[in-house]
């Protein structure tokens, strides 16, 4: 039990989630060794069918000799899942996560199980949202980007996307977990467009990204990072809120609303790094 609430912790505080191919166990100790705040190895769209029931027992021998990684599992619906959820009982998984995840009793028999991330990729998931983020045991939520846009059959851009975005943010926040994960950026070769993205998804009250390749690390935690310009002026808000004893605070000829405030608290409480 303890060991699942570190790991719980440590998904609500991470700010990239990088997948592994659950067919390619030899990636897995490389993975573990990048420096992702999560590891997920894959057992759902990286792996081809025939090759799921190897894939799983790879990943269930790695995860008995000692390694540690989240898993994504195949959907509740799927016809591999109740084998994958098995691996829950193994001490070193640090979590699920669920795709196409939507309200219901079968997530939350997942959840009495693992901490779990739930991949909102469906529309279903989208208009349960509320009651999925409050279902005990969902650590996270998750945008499953490109699935979702098959559902729906749409052909918008990211940023079209947005509005669901802002409806996992209410949903996290009003569940009282963590700020919810955004999809996965294709391009790996050049970090440009992987850190605007993630600093678009922050905006929108994101604190963390899937990704696909260790070279989008780095720029999703320098977009998920708080800019030296943005906790110096938090220092210069909150100092000039204590020296206003109680009154109202002014700074550079500005008055500064209570909710400013509290948001230059919470930056300079989160840290340098982006995490709680």
């Not at 090759?51 to 989240?70: I, T």
């Not at 490109?146 to 409806?167: E, G, H, N």
């Not at 800019?227 to 000039?240: K, P, T, W």
Request: charged fraction near 25%; proline fraction near 6%; charge should be negative.
């Amino acid at each position: 039990m303890m060991m699942k609430s570190a790991y719980a912790a440590n998904i609500a505080a991470a700010r990239h989630f990088l997948f592994v191919p659950g067919n390619r166990p030899e990636r897995f100790d490389k993975a573990a060794a990048s420096g992702a705040d999560v590891v997920v190895i894959d057992l759902e769209d990286a792996v081809p069918a025939p090759a799921k029931a190897q894939a799983r027992d790879d990943v269930r021998r790695w995860l008995e000799a000692g390694g540690s990684a989240m898993v994504r599992i195949n959907a509740i619906d799927a016809p591999w899942f109740a084998e994958d959820l098995a691996l829950a009982h193994i001490a070193t998984l640090q979590g699920l996560m669920v795709p196409k995840a939507e309200a219901g009793d079968a997530i939350i028999d997942v959840a009495r199980l693992s901490p779990v991330v739930a991949l909102v990729e469906t529309a279903r998931g989208v208009t349960g949202i509320d009651a999925l983020a409050a279902v005990p045991g969902i650590v996270r939520l998750a945008f499953g980007t490109i699935d979702f846009t098959l559902d729906c059959d749409l052909t918008a851009s990211d940023r079209q996307l947005d509005p669901v975005r802002l409806a996992m943010t209410i949903a996290s926040t009003a569940a009282g977990i963590a700020a919810p994960i955004d999809g996965v950026t294709v391009r790996f070769d050049d970090p440009l467009p992987v850190e605007m993205a993630a600093r678009a998804a922050r905006s929108m009250g994101f604190r963390a990204k899937l990704c696909i390749h260790p070279a989008q690390l780095s720029p999703v935690a320098a977009a998920m990072t708080a800019s030296e310009e943005e906790l110096e002026r938090a220092s210069r808000i909150v100092a000039a809120d204590r020296a206003a004893s109680g009154s109202a605070v002014s700074l550079d000829g500005e008055m500064i609303d209570r909710p400013i405030v509290a948001r230059a608290y919470r930056l300079l409480a989160e840290g340098a790094d982006g995490r709680p």
